[in-house]
């Protein structure tokens, strides 16, 4: 994952060698996806008045957050950019956040619908902070925490309700990790789609140039030999 030099935003490259049925490769098949709709996606949910969610990689940097937060930083003096880890995030609740979730203290856990979720509590500069925390992993090397975050104050007025503490944030964590899980799929199918449509576009037009090189036997009648 990277910041495109083109479009100022992460991308993600996906690509996988290309072999002939003789095992002879062919050549390799990429497809880049950008992270800006995902960034959109996340800054759509409203999670809470003072609440954030946001995804990380396993090395701490920020793949995409709902808050207005910046994901990367310029390098001065030169163009390029250079992103940010959670903890140098400008929002403070994703860097309470991140050392909440990488701290030593013991997190409750739960499986809701097949995702382990784990549960913190922490005091966080606007009061009691709770945080739900589930985990996005593939073969292909994916490796993200979805992170959601929400200020006690918000929802817990003057009465105290437990049964929403329990499972109202870990079920926000676990529809986040479905939704990017969902969204990825979709951005890859569409894209090998366009790729398979694309190869098998060009392999007719190789056949049917190759047919129009191809000299014609011209019909008629030969005179016998005398």
């Not at 549960?119 to 073969?139: E, K």
């Not at 964590?173 to 789609?193: C, E, I, K, P």
Request: glycine content about 6%.
């Amino acid at each position: 994952m990277y910041v495109d030099f083109t479009s100022k935003s992460l991308t993600v490259t996906l690509a996988k060698p290309v072999f002939t049925k003789a095992n002879v490769q062919r050549g390799v098949v990429a497809t880049d996806i950008n992270l800006t709709a995902l960034t959109e996606f996340m800054r759509a949910l409203k999670v809470s008045e003072n609440g954030v969610d946001s995804i990380m990689e396993n090395n701490r940097s920020l793949v995409a957050t709902s808050s207005k937060a910046p994901l990367f930083a310029d390098i001065v003096p030169s163009a390029l950019q250079t992103r940010l880890s959670a903890n140098q995030s400008a929002n403070a609740l994703i860097r309470q956040s991140y050392a909440q979730l990488h701290s030593s203290a013991t997190a409750r856990t739960a499986n809701v619908r097949g995702v382990d979720i784990a549960r913190h509590w922490f005091d966080g500069d606007g009061g009691r902070v709770h945080m739900s925390a589930a985990s996005q992993r593939d073969a292909a090397g994916l490796d993200w925490t979805m992170v959601v975050a929400i200020a006690r104050s918000d929802y817990m007025g003057n009465v105290r309700r437990t049964i929403f503490e329990d499972v109202a944030i870990g079920l926000l964590a676990v529809l986040l990790a479905l939704a990017v899980g969902l969204w990825l799929m979709h951005r890859l199918t569409s894209d090998v789609q366009r790729v398979v449509e694309g190869h098998s576009i060009a392999g007719t037009r190789a056949v049917a140039g190759s047919a129009l090189r191809k000299p014609q036997r011209r019909a008629g009648h030969h005179r016998p030999r005398g």
